[in-house]
């Protein structure tokens, strides 16, 4: 079945490619986009199967979010980013599941983690109250996750906590006019004072320390997993794929161009461009070859059941970060190799090279913290962080 998803995506990638410039246009994805992505089952990859999903090994999730950015970033983007919220759905209480699936297995959820709301408890629950930037996809989902500060009675902060929230408890304010990534159409989500009953809530301490009330229900290895892995490399995956997919799109629109500024000789003749080539060839490959290594060692440690180690998941962290720094090379590099004509708006090129460089400056992105993380450990000093 995983492989179904993988051949029904590329199937779709032509007509993905032709709607790209209208996401751009217009901020956000087609209805249709998202439709196909449904019934192609990309978004069930990670979801369990006692819900109707696919509960694929995560390399086969990330090589079809890979190939969808390979066309169109944004729609990776939000493939990626909504993908994984059915495996972090299935790490909360059985209950907050059977609120989102039991009506629609196919209920879509966004997210901003981000913990600036702020979650008073009361009986029952809590309330909620915020404003959230940045949430992918949120024009086509029924339900949020939402990051929030659990305030004490002393009106201090005592906890991180992610809600669960349903549609009808949030507006969302149409704000998302960017340079790159237009069409994932992140716009603002706010909250008023909401209820949110106790099953729909998590600590965010126990995503750290590879825990869930869910996995009494969930126990396969994908739900052992670290998130600070699953989620920052749903991050990560689109820039690389938009980069290869540009990488693509420069050898087909360069092979036979002639350069008329260089006497009219072959651009594919030109050493300068051949190593160019050479080089983003390169970076794309270590990048992919390095995200791959590490989720298979993570997923083995899962399946294996022995626990995972720090310096397993601390190098994998190291590694998705310098897959987005190593994705950034090559794409700068092709856009320079290109000449003026990457100038163009619109053209593939140009619009990955926005893409990619939109998403690097997401927190998961964040290089030189993720790094330090790493020489921290290597130290032997202790790291706490969530996205380890």
Not at 230 to 236: G, K, L, N, R
Request: glycine share 10%.
């Amino acid at each position: 079945m995983n492989d179904d998803v993988l051949a029904r995506v590329r199937a779709l990638l032509p007509a993905l490619a032709e709607r790209a410039p209208q996401a751009d246009e217009r901020c956000r994805l087609a209805p249709e986009t998202v439709r196909d992505l449904v019934e192609c089952g990309v978004l069930r990859m990670l979801q369990p199967k006692r819900w109707g999903g696919l509960e694929s090994h995560p390399l086969r999730f990330y090589e079809v979010v890979r190939e969808l950015a390979g066309v169109c970033g944004s729609t990776g983007w939000v493939a990626g980013v909504l993908g994984v919220h059915p495996w972090q759905l299935a790490l909360f209480p059985e209950q907050a599941q059977r609120d989102v699936w039991d009506d629609d297995p196919d209920a879509l959820m966004s997210s901003s983690y981000a913990p600036v709301g702020r979650l008073t408890p009361v009986d029952g629950g809590y309330r909620l109250s915020g404003h959230w930037s940045f949430s992918s996809g949120c024009d086509h989902v029924s339900w949020s996750l939402l990051g929030g500060v659990l305030v004490g009675s002393a009106g201090r902060p005592v906890d991180f906590l992610t809600a669960l929230v349903p549609r009808r408890d949030y507006r969302i304010d149409d704000v998302w006019d960017v340079v790159g990534l237009r069409g994932t159409g992140s716009n603002d989500i706010v909250v008023a004072d909401a209820f949110v009953p106790e099953h729909r809530v998590m600590r965010n301490y126990e995503l750290a320390q590879l825990r869930g009330p869910g996995q009494k229900v969930n126990p396969g290895p994908l739900y052992r997993m670290p998130f600070g892995a699953v989620f920052t490399t749903a991050v990560t995956s689109p820039i690389v794929g938009a980069v290869a997919g540009c990488y693509r799109d420069f050898l087909t629109a360069t092979r036979d161009r002639v350069r008329l500024s260089y006497g009219g000789d072959r651009f594919a003749e030109d050493q300068f461009a051949q190593v160019a080539v050479a080089r983003a060839a390169s970076e794309i490959d270590a990048a992919v070859l390095q995200l791959d290594r590490n989720l298979d060692e993570l997923h083995r440690c899962a399946v294996d059941g022995a626990g995972i180690p720090m310096e397993l998941r601390v190098r994998a962290r190291r590694d998705q970060v310098r897959a987005t720094e190593r994705a950034l090379h090559a794409i700068d590099l092709l856009f320079k190799a290109a000449g003026g004509t990457s100038l163009k708006r619109g053209n593939p090129i140009e619009r990955a090279w926005r893409d990619a460089h939109a998403g690097s400056v997401h927190v998961a992105n964040d290089a030189e913290r993720a790094l330090a993380l790493y020489g921290k450990n290597a130290f032997g000093l202790t790291v706490e962080d969530g996205l380890v």
